[in-house]
């Protein structure tokens, strides 16, 4: 499945830099790894191919873009910063990204910590796994699309 050859690290800048802080938002390491997996789904349902080629792996606090655990690790849960964008995202995705951003964006990290272990990719991926045990699995694109496919239609059918 051809992404749109963004990044991760790409689409993860563009949330911390939509996060508005003037209002008192904030967005952590946690939260915008959390918001990538919306994103990387909704993308697939409702533009056919997903934002970028990493693979999210199923950790302990749910799906993962290991590029960007690498580059905020150091945050721990700290606020990040404001990111030096230097890719531009079409109109189309950014459309996309204000719409998660507006549905998840305004849950805290940890809820949305939990609303991934109740979803089938992460769960599934994560098999017998005890839920703080570690793992590297991969949460197959596919399952992911399956997954936002079905919500839609779930969502649809309302």
């Known amino acids: 499945m051809k992404s749109m050859n963004y990044t991760a690290l790409d689409i993860a800048k563009w949330f911390i830099n939509a996060t508005d802080r003037q209002s008192g938002d904030s967005i952590t390491h946690l939260k915008v790894q959390k918001l990538l997996y919306y994103a990387q789904g ?33 945050s721990g849960f700290r606020d990040l910063d404001q990111q030096k964008i230097t890719r531009k995202i079409s109109s189309d995705v950014q459309s996309l990204l204000v719409a998660i951003n507006d549905q ?55």
């Open 42 to 74: 909704w993308a697939m349902v409702h533009l056919d191919k997903p934002l970028f080629d990493e693979d999210l792996q199923a950790w302990a606090h749910g799906p993962v873009a290991v590029s960007v655990y690498h580059q905020f690790k150091d």
């Open 104 to 158: 998840y964006g305004k849950y805290t990290a940890k809820y949305l910590e939990k609303l991934t272990h109740n979803e089938t990719p992460w769960k599934a991926s994560r098999g017998g796994l005890l839920p703080l045990e570690k793992s590297s699995d991969i949460i197959p694109k596919e399952e992911i699309k399956k997954y936002f496919d079905k919500e839609l239609k779930s969502q649809s059918a309302a």
